[in-house]
T-cell receptor
Framework: NAGVTQTPKFQVLKTGQSMTLQCAQD?????MYWYRQDPGMGLRLIYY???????DKGEVPNGYNVSRLNKREFSLRLESAAPSQTSVYFC?????????FGPGTRLTVT | DQQVKQNSPSLSVQEGRISILNCDYT??????FLWYKKYPAEGPTFLIS?????DKNEDGRFTVFLNKSAKHLSLHIVPSQPGDSAVYFC??????????????FGTGTRLKVLA
């Protein structure tokens, strides 16, 4: 039982490049989330998905797209990376009140 | 405008003593409050939650208190252990439809438990 897994763990991109962050959970949760954490700040919600086939914007969605591929997987795509997107990205899932987080992806955009 | 605030960036406590971490919020629509612990290079780990209909919830060494009139919650850790040294985040959300909760996180408090 791996919980929430994220790939890759680290990534360096040049400005304008694109990439997809992958997230999968094996807890059969309906809801999944993407957050970013910047130094000295709390986690901020980028996008979430209440169930397979649905997605919705969170607090900071600009510059990102998401896909809820199936109940297990929820990916985050950066179409044209910018230095302001340098951050640590966390995926989470939930069935009720508490959310369970993956280990994070550290992304640097130069 | 920060809706969830943790005004103490850091806290040091002797092993065996009580650690008290504080969190203030501004939105009276928040219904659920969570505390997370985070070690470096790891994801946050869920610790304990409380709903707005309660004023206290306990789980082992961890107790969360909620004062709705003051819009304040606190996490008590008794007794504190060196392994508790981590960054602690509080988070708050309105009631979630379809089991989906959109949490607002505080900026965290770094707890150091001294042996």
């Amino acid at each position: 039982n791996a919980g929430v897994t994220q790939t890759p763990k680290f990534q360096v991109l040049k400005t304008g490049q694109s990439m997809t962050l992958q997230c999968a959970q094996d807890m059969n949760h309906n809801s999944m989330y993407w957050y970013r954490q910047d130094p000295g700040m709390g986690l901020r919600l980028i996008y979430y998905s209440a169930s397979e086939g649905t997605t919705d914007k969170g607090e900071v969605p600009n510059g990102y797209n998401v896909s809820r591929l199936n109940k297990r997987e929820f990916s985050l795509r950066l179409e044209s990376a910018a230095p302001s997107q340098t951050s640590v990205y966390f995926c989470a899932s939930s069935e009720r009140v508490e959310q369970y987080f993956g280990p994070g992806t550290r992304l640097t955009v130069t | 405008d920060q809706q969830v605030k943790q005004n103490s960036p850091s806290l040091s406590v002797q092993e065996g003593r009580i650690s008290i971490l504080n969190c203030d919020y501004t939105n009276s629509m928040f219904d659920y409050f969570l505390w997370y612990k985070k070690y470096p290079a790891e994801g946050p780990t869920f610790l304990i939650s409380i709903s707005s209909i309660k004023d206290k919830n306990e789980d082992g060494r961890f107790t969360v208190f909620l004062n709705k009139s003051a819009k304040h919650l606190s996490l008590h850790i008794v007794p504190s252990q060196p392994g508790d040294s981590a960054v602690y985040f509080c988070a708050a959300s309105p009631y979630g439809t379809s089991g989906t909760y959109k949490y607002i996180f505080g900026t965290g408090t770094r707890l150091k438990v001294l042996a």
